[in-house]
């Protein structure tokens, strides 16, 4: 199965630098957001990159690793917090880091059919685990600098993404922290704008058996619509 296969990059930010005017915004909104990165490979180049805008290519990819930042945007400051647990999903972690996130970015490689596939499951799992429409969540496609070992098509990710209702875009952390940001920051200005619209329970997971959508990997959706979402390669 391949989630097996799958590690978890948990970001968790508190935002400052608000005025006095917005406490009544600050204290409806300004909250701790939990995002999450899930990938199907055990390196975190992209969220490194858009964290400290440098790029590693190989690094240790067992243990548990915490990293701290802090991110100017949009006028606010955050500090970031990256907790990169590998193998989450054999220890059993996976239902509740689900049950824990407001943000999901799921990342695949475009040289990498197997990472698609397990992209498409993932995003099958987020929509039966959350309620409709009350998700933040990106498609992410990494390496798109290496086109002469590509495998999956940008029109593929495109099309991914329509059927889940979902933000692509595909970038290379290799190249540029530009692509990664933009990324990032489109996924978090979702998940603010959702957070300001929707009552918090509306944000809790639907009573669902997380631990029985896990055991079952679900296919396409049985929505037969699906309101375009951004897209870009950049």
């Known amino acids: 199965m391949l989630y097996a296969k799958l590690n978890l990059i ?9 005025n006095s005017h917005n406490a009544d915004w600050k204290s409806k909104f300004l909250e701790r957001v939990r995002f999450f990165l899930i990938t199907s490979d055990m390196k975190t180049a992209v969220v490194v990159r858009y964290l400290t805008k440098r790029y590693i290519g190989e690094y240790s990819s067992t243990g548990d690793f915490l990293y701290q930042h802090r991110v100017a945007f949009d006028g606010a400051t955050s500090e970031v917090e990256v907790l990169d647990t590998c193998g989450c999903a054999k220890r059993g972690c996976l239902a509740e880091h689900l049950r824990w996130g407001d943000a999901f970015a799921v990342v695949y490689s475009v040289c990498d059919r197997r990472s698609f596939i397990a992209a498409g499951e993932l995003l099958a799992l987020l929509e039966r685990t959350r309620l409709p429409g009350c998700t933040a969540v990106t498609l992410l496609g990494n390496k798109r600098d290496l086109e002469h070992a590509r495998v999956v098509k940008a029109e593929e990710g495109q099309e991914l993404s329509l ?6 875009y595909e970038v290379s952390a290799a190249e540029s922290c530009a692509g990664a940001a933009l990324a990032f920051h ?3 200005r979702e998940a603010r704008a959702l957070a300001l619209l929707l009552p918090a329970p509306r944000r809790k997971l639907a009573a669902y ?3 029985k959508v896990i055991g079952t990997i679900l296919g396409l959706s049985n929505k037969s619509v699906r309101k375009k979402r951004p897209s870009l390669s950049i």
Not at 163 to 168: A, E, I, L, N, Y
């Open 10 to 18: 948990t970001l968790s930010w508190t935002l400052d630098n608000c």
């Open 163 to 168: 059927r889940f209702g979902c933000q692509f």
């Open 186 to 188: 489109a996924l978090l």
């Open 209 to 211: 058996s997380v631990s």
